[in-house]
């Protein structure tokens, strides 16, 4: 198995590439090695010294390092880690519900807003190492969820200023604003 590697606007984290599907659908985020009782594969990666968040994507694993860890020293592990994991043939996660969105009741606009962030903005994202997570809108002003190398990166806030909030207001008149939420 060769796994590859590949930087992200973010120095804090780094997006593997197994060369296989990672999650079916959706995309899972893990912030603590407690939280990720859902994914043996993030479980295995929080086991490694170093390891800050883990993000699970289509086919990419972003994980996220702590401010002492250097990428020479774990960049190792973390590809030893992903390769054990599909190697011993242990599912990715095992939590159903996650990174599925209903949208159901969605308003014209929402609707709209949804599919310009799922065709638009979150094939982009990826190829950085996040997503980015509609979460409401409300009084003109859309919310959106950062994710992966998106959460805590330097150039995020240029993304959601720059870009996606003038594309959101470009194709879609009632959005006024774009902020980004936990």
């Not at 599907?21 to 479980?43: I, N, Q, R």
């Not at 086919?59 to 390769?83: H, N, Q, R, Y």
Request: proline residues 5%.
């Amino acid at each position: 198995m060769f796994i590859q590697t590949e930087p992200t606007p973010n120095p804090s984290t780094l997006k593997f590439l197994p060369g296989r599907e990672v999650m079916t659908h959706g995309t899972a985020d893990f912030l603590t090695k407690e939280g990720s009782a859902s994914s043996p594969l993030a479980s295995r990666l929080f086991d490694v010294d170093g390891v800050a968040s883990v993000f699970l994507g289509g086919d990419f694993i972003t994980v996220g390092k702590t401010a002492e860890t250097d990428w020479s020293v774990l960049k190792p592990l973390v590809l030893a880690a992903i390769m054990d994991h599909f190697n011993s043939g242990a599912p990715v996660i095992t939590d159903a519900g996650t990174g599925a969105e209903g949208s159901e009741g969605d308003s014209d606009v929402v609707k709209q807003i949804k599919e310009l962030l799922d065709t638009r903005v979150r094939p982009a994202v990826a190829q950085d190492g996040g997503d980015i997570i509609f979460r409401a809108f409300e009084d003109g002003i859309v919310y959106l969820h950062l994710q992966g190398a998106c959460s805590g990166c330097p150039s995020s806030t240029a993304t959601l200023k720059h870009g996606i909030e003038n594309m959101l207001k470009y194709y879609v008149p009632e959005v006024v604003a774009v902020q980004a939420v936990q």
